[in-house]
């Protein structure tokens, strides 16, 4: 008896069944298995510094720095009484000397008693709005609000003048105040 070889027709068949066969296995265990988690990264986006083109204003005689818009002018001639300005602020700071040795709490501005209190950078400030401004002989001043703070017994007045509402910059403005040591 010969041996008989397979013909290559056969061979090639059960080839191609044996790869299609390992292939449908491949493509089963791949469904079968999860998928990896994609990793996500997440950066912080860097935020646009909001006083990035504002004015410094320190002053070691008073004591104090706040940032201001680069559009508003200082005039710090006057001894204890700084102020600022443009076409749409108008603000000053101004140091009252505690003469009668009364509280925060006590402090009268302009006759009007305080309405409120609100932080600024971890001073305690005593808030006082007027809606006719000051008002003396000749007529009454514009609107303000005015946030008063204490420190080495001195007031320190943050007046904003024409509202007694304060816009963002000026809440801006305000959030900037602090004393120098």
Do not use: H
Request: proline share 7%; net charge negative; hydrophobic share 35%.
């Amino acid at each position: 008896m010969k041996n008989q070889q397979p013909p290559l027709a056969y061979i090639i068949l059960l080839s191609v069944l044996f790869t299609s066969l390992l292939f449908l296995i491949s493509l089963y265990f791949q469904n079968q298995m999860p998928s990896p988690t994609p990793q996500v990264f997440i950066s912080p986006v860097p935020t646009a510094d909001p006083f990035a083109d504002w004015q410094t204003y320190t002053n070691t005689n008073l004591g104090i720095t706040l940032r201001f818009p680069s559009s508003v002018s200082t005039n710090d001639q006057y001894n204890q009484n700084v102020f600022f300005s443009d076409l749409n602020l108008d603000f000053q700071v101004k140091l009252v000397e505690n003469e009668m040795g009364i509280s925060l709490e006590d402090f009268y501005y302009f006759d009007e008693k305080p309405i409120s209190t609100k932080k600024i950078n971890n001073l305690t400030a005593q808030v006082y709005l007027s809606e006719t401004g000051y008002c003396d002989g000749p007529g009454c001043g514009p609107p303000y609000a005015a946030y008063v703070v204490y420190k080495n017994n001195i007031f320190y007045v943050i007046s904003f003048n024409g509202d007694t509402s304060l816009s963002e910059t000026e809440e801006q403005i305000l959030s900037t105040f602090k004393f120098i040591d």
